[in-house]
């Protein structure tokens, strides 16, 4: 069966610092991968896609940015945090038939 | 045109009532109606979903209900219990080629009281 895991679980950071999280899936090859944030009581808000290995979409304009250097991993980085970065950090991964998206456990970071 | 209009933003239910949870669409090339259900600090997860080639899907105690002429989908859940208690959002997505987002309704924290 397919895992994704994530991590850190949680991270806090001085405003101003590097960021780097972490996915990886197992038990599948050449996923959809994909980056969410989710702002306290809101919704879901798609920042990055891959559907390949080096393929990145941006969604949103912004001080993040994500890489792909293997098939099951994808890295969300930050060169410097903003405090407008602060929320919660999801990835999710889908076969090649887009419609379907399975997330990880998220990452709740803290930007201070 | 993207838009997925989610409603009510949180609703409180008695034990053993249904919860009723609203989604509506504008894009008619939508064709893939999932919804998540997220408890505090975990990630969404897949609760049950529909194409519109059916108006209706079943799984145990919840039911996608599906209008295609109106643009509108709902989350019926029957005989509700606390353990039901989490953020419920609805999504839509295309599925051609390209289409790789999901659009999420902005979700319902449902609180089931005993």
């Known amino acids: 069966s397919q895992t994704i895991h994530q991590w850190p679980a949680t991270l806090v950071q001085p405003v101003g610092s590097p960021l780097s999280l972490e996915c990886t899936v197992e038990?599948?090859?050449?996923?959809?991968l994909y980056w969410y944030r989710q702002a306290a009581g809101r919704g879901l808000q798609l920042l990055f896609y891959?559907?390949?290995?080096?393929?990145i979409s941006s969604e949103v304009p912004q001080n993040l940015s994500a890489s792909r250097p293997q098939d099951r991993q994808f890295i969300l980085s930050s060169k410097k945090l903003l405090l407008s970065d602060s929320g919660f950090y999801l990835c999710?991964?889908?076969?090649?038939?887009?419609?379907?998206?399975?997330f990880g456990p998220g990452t709740r970071l803290t930007v201070l | 045109q993207q838009q997925v209009k989610q409603s009510p933003q949180s609703l409180i239910v008695q034990k053993g009532g249904i919860s009723i949870i609203n989604c509506a669409y504008e894009?008619?090339?939508?064709?893939?109606f999932p919804w998540y259900q997220q408890f505090p600090g975990k990630g969404p997860a897949l609760l049950i979903a529909?194409?519109?080639?059916?108006s209706e899907k079943k799984e145990g105690r919840f039911t996608i209900s599906f209008n295609k002429s109106a643009k509108q989908f709902s989350l019926h859940i029957m005989d509700s219990q606390p353990g039901d208690s989490a953020t419920y959002f609805c999504?839509?997505?295309?599925?051609?080629?390209?289409?790789?987002?999901?659009?999420f309704g902005k979700g319902t924290k449902l609180s089931v009281i005993p």
């Open positions: 999710a991964w889908s076969g090649q038939a887009p419609d379907t998206q399975y």
């Open positions: 038990g599948t090859s050449n996923p959809n």
């Open positions: 891959s559907v390949g290995i080096g393929q």
């Open positions: 894009n008619t090339a939508f064709d893939y």
């Open positions: 529909i194409r519109p080639d059916v």
């Open positions: 999504a839509a997505s295309g599925t051609g080629a390209g289409s790789y987002q999901l659009t």
